[in-house]
């Protein structure tokens, strides 16, 4: 009997859920993505030839990028533009290196009415924490992977 129960009510829930879900065009969502994730693209793209033509060397041009990046990454959510593009564009604000910077600053936005310490020192990696902790720990197995694979190949 409770199974019977707690399978209806499931089925129920489900119900509901599909009901009041939105509907997206999964295509639409897609050319959104592609499209905004190529602008910021462009935009870093941007930043790199002009340090480029201003002198900065090859090798350095990269840290240059990826700092201006950043920095409007976190300006930008902290005008609350960026959180407003992701709602169409999707993982094309996600994925780039402006996605790391939102994922920080937001949780620090969020949780500063709790005071420095406990709210934004505290939760200020909730979103990102999980995904540095994860992003590390990989490459170091997989560091150590081509090292023995480097080291049996001899």
């Not at 129920?12 to 939105?22: H, I, L």
């Not at 030839?49 to 900065?56: A, K």
């Amino acid at each position: 009997m409770e199974k019977k129960l707690e399978k209806q009510l499931s089925e129920e829930f489900k119900n509901m859920v599909d009901k009041n879900n939105p509907q997206s065009s999964i295509i639409k969502d897609c050319i959104f993505a592609f499209v905004i994730g190529g602008l910021i693209c462009d935009v870093g793209q941007f930043f790199m030839n002009m340090f480029l033509s201003l002198g900065v060397p090859q090798e350095n041009v990269g840290y240059y990028v990826a700092t201006v990046m950043v920095f409007l990454g976190a300006f930008l959510t902290g005008l609350g533009i960026y959180d407003n593009v992701a709602k169409y564009a999707g993982a094309g604000t996600i994925v780039p290196i402006t996605g790391f910077a939102n994922s920080i600053v937001s949780p620090a936005m969020e949780f500063k009415r709790e005071g420095y310490i406990l709210g934004v020192g505290a939760r200020m990696f909730i979103i990102a924490g999980p995904v540095l902790v994860y992003g590390i720990s990989s490459s170091v197995i997989v560091g150590i992977i081509y090292y023995f694979i480097k080291y049996f190949a001899k």
